[in-house]
C-alpha cells in the first residue's frame, strides 16, 4: 500500500499516467537498440572505419560492461537528482550517442560515442522499474509487462531491419535511425518533469519520510540476502543468454548446419522471450512464491543443453526453443524488483544492484565459454560451465522468490 506521499509524487490520473505510460514505453523500446542494431553491421564498419575482429569483440563486451557500471552508480544518481531527470538523461545520452556515433570515421571515437549510448541505455535499465513502481504501483504485474515486452521489441527489430537499411541508405543511416525513438522518449520525460515541478528530488531524499527509514538504516544493500539472491538469478540467466547469443550459431555450424539456419535458430532464441516477457510478470505478481516457475526454467535449460550436446542435429529447434524457455527468469528478476520492495527508494537500490553484479558476471559468460571450447575443442565443458550457472540461478531464485522485502532485510 502505497503513503500519502508517495500518491502526492504521482500526477493525475489520466493525463498524468498517459503520459509518463508513453516517457516508460518509449523509452523501454530504446534500451537494446544501440546494441542490437551495429551487430549486424560490425563487418561493413570495420572496413570503412578500419578495425579488425578484436575491436569486434570490444564491442560484443561494451554491452554488459557499461549496463553493469552504470547499474551501480544510478542509484546514486536518482536519490540525488530523482528518478524522472535521471530517466531523460539516460534518454539523451542514448539518442546523442547513436546519432553522433554514425557521424564519425574514427574507432576511439566509435566506441567512445557508443559507450556513451550504452550508458544512457545502461541507466535506464535501473530506472525504469521504481518508475514503474512510483506511477503504476497498482499495476505493476501489467506493466511489467509492457516495458519488458518493449524491450523485447526494441531488441529483436533493430537486428532484421539494419542490413536492409545499410543496402539502401548506407550504414551510417541504418545506425543514426534508431535515435529518433530516444529523442521521442525525451519529450515525455520533460513534460513529466514539468507536472511534477520536482517533486521526484524531495519525495526520494527526504528523511523524514517514514516508508523510507528501512532504506536509510545505514545497511549497505550488499548486506541484503535478498539484494544477493536477486542478483544471483538476474546474473546468471544474463550470462547463459549472452554466452548462448554468442556461441549458437557456432555450435550448430560445427554440427552441419548452414550460417543461415544458425542465424534463424538465433531469431527463434529471441523470439521465445516475447512469450516470457507477457506471461512471466503477471505469473510472478499471482504467486506468493514463485520458485517452482524458477526450477521448470531450469528444467528447459536441461533439456536444451542435453539436446545440444548429444544430439545438435537432431531437432534442434526443440532443443532452441526449451532453451528461449529457460531466460523466462529475465522478466521475472525485473518484476521482483518491484514485489519485493514496498517504496521506490527501495525498488532503486534493488534494481541498481541486481542489474550492475549481474551484469558483471554476464560479462565473463561469452568469454569464458568461449575458452573452454577453445581449450578443450568441444562443447561438454562449456555446457558444463552453464549448469554451474543454471545451479548459481536456482540458489539465487530460492532466496529472490520467498516472500519478503528489502527495506525489512537491510532492517533486520
Known sequence: MTSGQERDARPGLIAGRVLVLLAIVLSALTLRTAVTAITPLLDVIGDEVGFGSAVAGVFG???????????????????????????????????????????????????????????????????????????????????????????????????????????????????????VVAFAAVLPWIGVIVDRRGRDARAITTPQAPQHHSTHSGRPIWHSSLAWGMAAMFGMTSLITYSLFTWLPKILTESGASAEFGGAMVAMFSAVGFIAALGAPT??????????????????????????????????????????????????????????SRT??????????????????????????????????????????????????????????RPSMIEDDLAA
Open 344 to 401: 521506490g527508494a527501495g525498488s532503486s537500490k534493488l534494481s541498481g544492484f541486481t542489474q550492475g553484479v549481474g551484469y558483471t558476471a554476464a560479462c565473463l559468460g561469452p568469454v569464458l565459454f568461449g575458452v573452454l571450447h577453445e581449450s578443450t575443442d568441444g562443447w561438454g565443458w562449456p555446457f558444463a560451465f552453464l549448469l554451474v550457472a543454471v545451479a548459481v540461478m536456482l540458489l539465487g531464485g530460492r532466496r529472490a522468490c
Open 283 to 340: 505469473l510472478c505478481a499471482r504467486m506468493v512464491n514463485p520458485f517452482p516457475v524458477v526450477m521448470a526454467c531450469a528444467v528447459c535449460y536441461l533439456v536444451g543443453f542435453a539436446g545440444l550436446v548429444f544430439a545438435p542435429s537432431t531437432v534442434p529447434w526443440l532443443w532452441v526453443l526449451a532453451i528461449g524457455l529457460g531466460p523466462s527468469t529475465f522478466p521475472m528478476s525485473l518484476t521482483l524488483i518491484n514485489l519485493r
Open 61 to 179: 563486451m561494451m554491452p554488459t560492461a557499461m549496463f553493469a557500471l552504470f547499474g551501480l552508480l544510478t542509484p546514486m544518481l536518482a536519490t540525488r537528482f530523482g528518478l524522472e531527470r535521471i530517466a531523460l538523461v539516460a534518454m539523451v545520452m542514448a539518442g546523442v550517442g547513436m546519432l553522433t556515433r554514425a557521424m564519425v570515421g574514427d574507432t576511439a571515437l566509435l566506441l567512445v560515442l557508443s559507450a556513451v549510448a550504452l550508458g544512457g541505455m545502461g541507466i535506464g535499465n535501473v530506472v525504469i522499474p521504481p518508475l514503474v513502481k512510483r506511477y503504476f504501483s497498482d499495476r505493476v504485474a501489467l506493466m511489467s509487462a509492457v516495458y519488458i515486452t518493449c524491450v523485447q521489441l526494441g531488441t529483436a527489430v533493430p537486428p532484421l531491419l539494419a542490413v536492409p537499411v545499410a543496402h539502401a541508405h548506407g550504414w551510417r543511416v541504418s545506425l543514426a535511425v534508431w535515435s
